[in-house]
C-alpha cells in the first residue's frame, strides 16, 4: 500500500530554518505531483507548496513564497520542504501528499494519498 512518512519537524526559533522530508513507497513516485500542506490547531488545512513530476514546477502560497522551497529526488523517492525566516505562525502540523493528475492543484481534496503530519512549532 501507499505510504507517505515525513521527518524533520521539531521546535524552532523565529528566523530559524528546517528541513522536512517526505518518503514515499508505494506508488510511482516519479509519475506523482506532489505537495505540502499544513494545519494549526483550530485552523482549516492550508495549502504550502507543490512540485510537478520532474520538479521544474513549484508553486508556493503567498504567506510562504520567498521563504520556502519544495524540491524532490526521484531516486529516492522523497520530496522535502526547505523552510527559513520561520515565523511563529507556521506553526502547525505539515503533511505530504501525492495526486495522480497533472495538474498544479492546491485542493486538499485532489490529492489521493497522505502522511500522517510532523509538527513544528516555531517559538517567538
Known amino acids: 500500500q501507499v505510504q507517505l512518512v515525513e521527518s524533520g519537524g521539531g521546535l524552532v526559533q523565529a528566523g530559524g530554518s528546517m528541513r522536512l522530508s517526505c518518503v514515499a513507497s508505494?506508488?510511482?513516485?516519479?509519475?506523482?505531483?506532489m505537495g505540502w500542506f499544513r494545519q494549526a490547531p483550530g485552523k482549516e488545512r492550508e495549502f504550502v507548496a507543490n512540485i510537478n513530476w520532474t520538479g521544474g514546477m513549484t508553486n508556493y502560497a503567498d504567506s510562504v513564497k520567498g521563504r520556502f522551497t519544495i524540491s524532490r529526488d526521484n531516486a529516492k523517492n522523497t520530496v522535502y520542504l526547505q523552510m527559513n525566516s520561520l515565523k511563529p505562525e507556521d506553526t502547525a502540523v505539515y503533511s505530504c501528499a501525492a495526486r495522480r493528475g497533472l495538474s498544479m492543484s492546491e485542493l486538499h481534496r485532489d490529492y489521493e494519498y497522505w502522511g500522517q503530519g510532523t509538527q513544528v512549532t516555531v517559538s517567538s
Open positions: 508505494g506508488l510511482t513516485f516519479s509519475r506523482s505531483l
